[in-house]
């Protein structure tokens, strides 16, 4: 037990006495402190905790932060004694990584993404009666998106902590115009200790509940801070301008208001090729329907569907008048999926189109036009991307937008992104889940308003240097236009603006002037703003964009961008792709390394990234099928976790038993038919399955062949060619004729049998039973067995996920009650849509029985008869 997880040790203490940890490391105090100026936010997590018992323990400290965020500093402090992280330029931290995982040391890493954050990880062995704490900050800028600034927390401390606090002070030169707190865990007994203000200029923001608000229940120890924490603010615009200096650096924020949008005109180029078949074709023209019913009367559209072959709906593009609309959506309804991926294909269609409708006029002179290509693979064979590349940028000619919107991780993700940054547009991943088609329609919001185009924006000549990008395509509604750089004249006195653009109705300019002294006494005197805010934010900023850059570039182009991205990430700290965080931690009295790198999304795949968010609709039942394969959905962790039993036909295996509610469910195995004489290599399934409700007086016998209903001594029977639904004081038992069962017992516990029959008689296999649990409300907390004892939630952890001897299905170290355990992901099927090819359901496969995740071993769960 030397490696125990310091938040799940604690939170599976429930018997202990409340809050009372006599046993293990204790968090004492979490504090997550956030300041943010002017959009730049600096977050310090801080956590301290202490080893309770005797002997020497681990102590973990996670943290989940955006994306969009540099990691700036980490420290531990144990007993005293300070070790800080380093950072340095990545080759030269991989290198000792390298060293550190040869000589056998563990090394923490930043893990793999999740959809808006990344995890850092860490973990230290602490001696018995030390204290620890950690302490990790990280920086970003904060954009603007639907009217609003958004700062993300994941909350999560996995136990109940003495002081949880978190503490936000927004500090912005235009006055704050409004502030919003949502929390997905933030129930009505939470809310009144949300505190929230702000006047003027400044905005606070603080939480903290008292140890017995964190309760789940009145005695419970887990705790409810588990989820999203979001902080919502917009600023006044009173000028369309704003202006701020210090030290010789200026930011520029541009957001005018009152201005009317302009027409768009858009063309959607969908992927229909093979590999969108099921849910993603399915999600894509739920999308698309919606995204063109939300089409402006004014806007002009058009559909590119594409596989091998590409079609146009109409052949230019037309007025989203609601006729057109209507026969839009009834055409959507009509694309299905088939062939491969001609992508060139669809894109050159699409360019052409809006180059033609620009020449003829069919489209207003003063409207925004753009391309979103939706697809969820690899360009075919026909056409090298460098082809590709060469052809759409010729073709465009920097005239429209193009946003690609890659679906799922099989896909060339890095070309997606440098295809559309090459064409002054962002690439997207869309997350296949059951929110996809919102993904999707979410994106598509993002860019349905276009207020302005071509905008430039230009300084106080030869008196700047170091500019961020200050020239835009397009400018949307909601967002905002941030421009940074080195004022190096010093004797300038003002400083002036000047920005145009096409509106909807004319060319505009707004310009503006500063006088530098007064600008920067008026921010001078605020006790929020942490030292050269503006030059760290123009870092920041020029940082990001010469890593954007960098994507595009080739050769010595390439080669210099790395080199000044690298040079200002190691100036001002931050782990960028390029840098890396070398942390030093003691263990056994010598030190190790670990490393912190910053993942990177065009890198990201399925094997790393899976058990964040490959999470199928389908994981909502926990259920047994297959020869026998248990699949224990997560839903709080939109994941899922699997194991086999192997055990010989005829063992009966208990899968559910709630003492309280009187609710039992075993079932029996089967073997296929031919014999073995090594007994591991039976396959077994579930023939014969037992559902008892005692308060009832009922008890259900289903097997491949009948189905017997025992009501006290009176007794019913039904084949699997019957179908129809049986209801009677508080039981339910619908039947689908050859294909499954439902039955219910009482008002909160659902359950689903699925028929498997051997569609080839060909004598090995038999017909067997597939058990899912639909709804488990209603049993009790003391609800055990196979199945039963996950009823209630568990905590799990996955660290370090890694290459297994399968190359498609990567193993991890999974931390679950106490253990830790080496897991594989795979994928199970799930037959409750499909009975026939079943869904594959991705999962954390346990092995051997799954010895260390169920209570106890698996022999355990054997019992002596079905009833
Ligand atoms: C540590 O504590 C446990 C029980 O809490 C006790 O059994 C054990 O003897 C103690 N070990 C030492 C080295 O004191
Ligand atoms: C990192 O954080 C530690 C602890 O707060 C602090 O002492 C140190 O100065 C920080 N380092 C930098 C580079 O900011
Ligand atoms: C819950 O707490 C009450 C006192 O508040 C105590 O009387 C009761 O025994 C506790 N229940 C359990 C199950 O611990
Ligand atoms: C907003 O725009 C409308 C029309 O574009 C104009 O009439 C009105 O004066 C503007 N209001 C402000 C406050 O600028
Ligand atoms: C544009 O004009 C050409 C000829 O001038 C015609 O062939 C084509 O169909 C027109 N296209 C559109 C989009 O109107
Ligand atoms: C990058 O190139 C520019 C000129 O193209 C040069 O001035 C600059 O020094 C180069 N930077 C590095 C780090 O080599
Ligand atoms: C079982 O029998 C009792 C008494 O005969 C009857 O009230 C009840 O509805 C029956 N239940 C079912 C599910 O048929």
Not at 605 to 627: E, I, K, L
Request: charged fraction near 25%; charge should be negative.
């Amino acid at each position: 037990m030397r490696c125990l997880r310091l938040f799940l040790c604690l939170s599976l203490q429930k018997r202990n006495a409340a809050g009372v940890h006599t046993k293990g490391i204790e968090i004492y105090w979490v504090k997550i402190d956030c300041r943010v100026t002017s959009r730049f936010s600096r977050n310090v997590i801080t956590s301290r905790a202490v080893n309770r018992a005797n002997v020497s323990k681990e102590a973990f400290f996670d943290v989940e932060l955006p994306k969009t965020a540099f990691i700036t500093n980490f420290t531990m402090t144990i007993d005293g004694v300070i070790y800080p992280g380093i950072i340095k330029e990545k080759e030269v931290a991989q290198k000792q990584y390298q060293k550190a995982v040869s000589s056998g040391q563990t090394a923490g890493l930043v893990k793999a993404s999740g959809r808006k954050t990344e995890k850092f990880s860490v973990s230290v062995n602490i001696a018995a009666a030390s204290k620890i704490t950690f302490e990790l900050t990280y920086e970003e800028l904060l954009k603007r998106n639907f009217g609003k600034y958004e700062m993300f927390i994941k909350v999560n401390p996995k136990q109940l902590v003495n002081k949880f606090e978190i503490d936000a002070h927004i500090f912005e030169p235009q006055g704050i115009s409004d502030l919003e707190v949502e929390g997905t865990f933030i129930n009505n007994d939470l809310l009144p200790v949300v505190k929230k203000s702000f006047s003027g200029k400044r905005g606070h923001v603080s939480f903290s509940p008292t140890i017995d608000q964190q309760r789940t229940c009145g005695n419970c120890t887990t705790s409810l801070l588990q989820g999203d924490f979001v902080i919502k603010y917009d600023v006044n615009r009173d000028s369309p301008n704003n202006l701020q200096i210090v030290n010789g650096y200026f930011v520029h924020f541009f957001a005018p208001k009152n201005l009317t949008r302009l027409p768009k005109n858009v063309v959607f180029v969908i992927d229909h090729s093979g590999s969108m078949c099921g849910r993603k074709i399915q999600q894509t023209r739920e999308a698309l329907i919606k995204i063109v019913e939300d089409l402006n009367p004014d806007d002009h559209f058009n559909l590119v569907p594409f596989e091998s072959r590409v079609s146009t709906w109409k052949d230019t593009l037309v007025k989203a008048t609601p006729e057109n609309v209507n026969e839009a959506k009834q055409f959507i309804q009509t694309i299905t999926c088939s062939g491969s991926t001609n992508l060139h294909g669809g894109l050159m269609t699409a360019i052409e189109m809006l180059n033609k409708a620009h020449q003829n006029g069919t489209v207003p002179a003063r409207s925004a036009s753009l391309i979103i290509m939706l697809t969820d693979g690899h360009p075919d064979g026909c056409k090298s991307t460098a082809r590709i590349h060469h052809d759409v940028q010729e073709k465009i000619q920097g005239k429209y937008p193009l946003y690609n919107l890659g679906f799922g991780y099989d896909l060339d993700y890095s070309f997606l992104d440098k295809l559309a940054k090459e064409n002054n547009g962002l690439a997207r991943r869309i997350y296949e889940d059951s929110d996809s088609a919102l993904q999707l329609q979410g994106f598509y919001d993002e860019v349905a308003n276009p207020l302005l185009t071509e905008v430039t924006l230009e300084y106080s000549e030869n008196a700047i240097s170091d500019l961020t990008q200050n020239s835009f395509k397009h400018f949307y509604d909601g967002s905002e236009i941030v421009v940074a750089g080195r004022i190096i004249d010093n004797d300038l006195n003002f400083f002036t603006t000047e920005v145009k653009a096409h509106g909807a109705f004319d060319d505009l300019t707004f310009s503006e002037q500063a006088d530098i002294e007064e600008t920067a006494k008026a921010l001078e005197d605020q006790k929020y703003i942490f030292e050269d805010y503006i030059e760290k934010l123009w870092a920041y900023l020029t940082i990001n964009q010469l890593l954007e850059k960098r994507t595009t570039a080739t050769g010595y182009e390439k080669s210099n961008l790395t080199a000044e991205a690298l040079e200002m990430s190691l100036k001002y700290k931050f782990v960028t792709p390029l840098t890396s965080m070398v942390v030093t931690k003691p263990e056994d009295n010598e030190d190790k390394e670990a490393i912190a790198d910053k993942p990177v999304e065009a890198e990201a795949t399925r094997a790393s990234q899976s058990y964040t968010y490959q999470s199928p609709q389908t994981t909502t039942y926990t259920s047994v099928d297959g020869d026998p394969h248990f699949i224990i959905a997560m839903p709080q962790k939109e994941d899922a976790l699997c194991f086999n039993i192997n055990e010989d036909p005829g063992t009966v295996l208990n899968l559910i038993r709630d003492p309280v509610t009187g609710v039992t469910v075993n079932g029996e195995l089967i073997g296929d038919e031919r014999t073995s004489n090594d007994a591991a290599l039976h396959n077994t399934y579930f023939g014969r399955l037992g559902i008892v409700n005692v308060q009832l007086n009922l008890k259900l016998e289903i097997t491949p062949k009948k189905i017997t209903l025992y009501n006290g001594s009176k007794q019913m029977s039904f084949t699997w060619l019957d179908e129809g639904t049986l209801r009677n004081s508080g039981f339910t038992l619908k039947i689908i004729k050859k294909r499954s069962l439902e039955v219910s017992l009482g008002a909160g516990a659902r359950f689903m049998v699925i028929l498997h029959q051997a569609w080839r008689k060909n004598g090995v296999h038999q017909d067997f039973l597939g058990f899912y649990t639909v709804d488990s409300h209603r049993l009790s907390e003391h609800a055990h067995g196979l199945l039963g004892q996950f009823f209630h939630p568990i905590d799990f952890d996955i660290l370090e996920v890694h290459p297994g001897s399968d190359p498609q299905k990567p193993d991890a170290t999974m931390i679950v009650k106490n253990n830790q355990l080496t897991v594989t992901r795979g994928w199970q099927k799930d037959y409750t849509e499909d009975v026939r090819h079943g869904t594959n359901v991705p999962c954390w496969f346990i092995h051997n029985n799954g010895e260390g995740l169920i209570d106890g071993t698996y022999t355990d769960y054997i019992v002596s008869s079905l009833f």
